[in-house]
């Protein structure tokens, strides 16, 4: 890969800076329902917290990564990094001081208003990084390099929530959060564009038609650096492959945020899952999501195309959660789980298929306009799941289906399924030489 040395120097900040967040995940249940509802394994309220976080960040990052996006288009990559490496530090280091409800309740609020920047900026961030740097017949392979980075992060984040404490999961990813902003500030190098991105459309368009909206946003002034509904919408509009991939990405950022806020509940009131049960889950799932992405992906994703590994990984997230909401016994979730290999498939193809729709000096907005639409679907995903959850979960379900919720989280995924089956991934500078031949 191009550039190898650079975007090492990328991976390893994403890596450290994964491991921290996502080593606390198993734990965090736990955790919660000892704070809110302490010795019983059925909690509403806890349920009811964790979606509503969630709603909150998601609500936050709608408008911020865009933003986020934009400003590194403009004034570099490494200086926006160090916006959400920083910020994660602060909640990690108020749970590795103390556990009690007290601390939880400031973690959980500083956790709430950060998230809005850190639960999707520093993958925003990185994607315009390899967009710079990678050339565009690569980025198939780079970005699911790039995803495999994540998922080996959530391998051994969960795998030393297995063999760690509580107390010791929390002191370690504060430790870890800190190493990961001081080694991007150390070895990162920016990368070099030669224009400036502030003086640009947002989106160059090569049709007719959408030329108003181009000469609409040809000057982005930094204090007004979010992208206006214009400008987004005219995004979304520059093409069907961009459309349908904001699409997909909603469905399957509603699965995924879905599958966050209920299922570690469903397990525990089904099945009595602790924190290394969940551990066992995520290890599976995520050493799986490793091999796809860092093997599988590289390697068959210039062949097959990124259309067909999409369709893939959408279908082996409804598979995941049909198998999980019907579990019959508690070695299922371990077995479906194994549809890891293939699950995360899609988030690192939608990346991909965007990334060839939209020019160089556009990356950052662009993913970060997908990421918003992203973090808006998780701001809608925990109004709708988390009280279906918590209802089938109850005595008063008004029929007895615990899994129904996970079965919901499944159908979004499908819905995802078919509107890949639709989609042709053509570059935009196809379609740009397409629309000269034709005028």
């Given at each position: ?15 450290l800076?994964?491991v921290?967040l ?7 249940t736990?955790v919660?329902m000892?704070a ?30 865009p933003?986020i ?8 990559r ?6 959400p490496l920083?910020?994660s ?7 590795a001081?103390?556990r ?7 973690y959980?609020?500083f956790?709430?208003l ?7 900026g ?8 390899l ?10 392979s780079?970005?699911?390099v790039l ?5 080996a992060?959530y391998?051994?984040?969960?795998l030393?929530?297995r ?7 929390f002191?370690?990813a ?6 990961a902003?001081?080694?991007?500030g ?18 160059k368009?090569g ?9 609409s946003?040809?000057k982005v ?5 979010i ?7 005219c ?5 069907i ?5 904001a699409?997909?990405?909603?469905f ?5 945020a879905g ?23 995520l ?12 093997i599988?992906?590289?390697?068959f994703?210039?062949v097959?195309?990124?259309?067909v ?7 082996a997230?409804?598979?995941?959660m049909f198998f999980?909401?019907i ?5 299922v ?14 988030t ?5 298929i965007?990334?060839?729709q ?10 970060g306009c997908?990421?918003?639409?992203s ?17 089938f ?15 919901c989280v499944g159908l979004?995924?499908l819905?995802?399924?078919?509107l890949s ?5 053509i ?12 005028a």
């Amino acid at each position: 890969m191009e550039n190898w040395g650079s975007l090492s120097h990328l991976f390893v900040t994403v890596f450290l800076s994964n491991v921290a967040l996502l080593m606390v995940n198993p734990a965090i249940t736990d955790v919660t329902m000892a704070a809110v509802c302490p010795g019983k394994d059925e909690c509403s309220l806890a349920i009811y917290l964790t979606g509503f976080q969630q709603a909150i960040a998601g609500l936050g990052s709608v408008v911020m990564m865009p933003l986020i996006g934009n400003l590194s288009d403009a004034y570099g990559r490494k200086t926006l990094l160090t916006v959400p490496l920083v910020l994660s530090i602060i909640p990690l280091v108020i749970l590795a001081w103390k556990r009690t409800t007290t601390f939880f309740y400031a973690y959980y609020a500083f956790r709430t208003l950060t998230a809005m920047v850190t639960q999707g900026g520093v993958i925003c961030i990185a994607l315009g990084y390899l967009a710079d740097t990678v050339s565009e017949a690569k980025r198939v392979s780079a970005f699911g390099v790039l995803s495999g980075v994540v998922s080996a992060a959530y391998v051994c984040g969960t795998l030393a929530a297995r063999l760690l404490s509580t107390t010791q999961i929390f002191q370690v990813a504060a430790v870890i959060s800190i190493i990961a902003a001081v080694y991007m500030g150390v070895f990162l190098k920016d990368t070099t564009r030669h224009t400036d991105a502030l003086e640009q459309p947002i989106l160059k368009q090569g049709i007719e038609n959408s030329q108003a909206c181009s000469e609409s946003s040809k000057k982005v002034n930094f204090f007004k650096g979010i992208p206006s509904p214009k400008d987004i919408i005219c995004l979304l509009k520059s093409s069907i492959t961009f459309s349908l991939a904001a699409s997909i990405a909603f469905f399957n950022s509603l699965a995924e945020a879905g599958l966050e806020a209920c299922l570690q509940y469903f397990l525990k009131a089904r099945f009595h899952f602790m924190k290394d049960q969940f551990a066992d889950v995520l290890l599976i799932t995520y050493i799986g999501a490793t091999i796809s992405n860092v093997i599988f992906m590289p390697i068959f994703g210039p062949v097959i195309g990124e259309e067909v590994l999409l369709s893939l990984g959408l279908f082996a997230g409804f598979l995941n959660m049909f198998f999980d909401c019907i579990a019959w016994s508690a070695w299922v979730p371990y077995a479906s789980a194994s549809f890891g290999v293939f699950l995360f498939l899609a988030t690192p193809n939608i990346r991909s298929i965007i990334s060839k729709q939209v020019g160089d000096n556009e990356q950052g907005v662009a993913q970060g306009c997908i990421l918003g639409i992203s973090s808006f679907a998780n701001v809608i995903s925990p109004l709708i799941f988390s009280p279906l959850s918590a209802l089938f979960l109850s005595e008063t379900a008004p029929f007895h289906f615990p899994g129904f919720s996970i079965l919901c989280v499944g159908l979004s995924w499908l819905i995802g399924f078919f509107l890949s089956t639709t989609m042709k991934c053509i570059p935009r500078e196809e379609v740009s030489n397409r629309d000269s031949t034709e005028a």
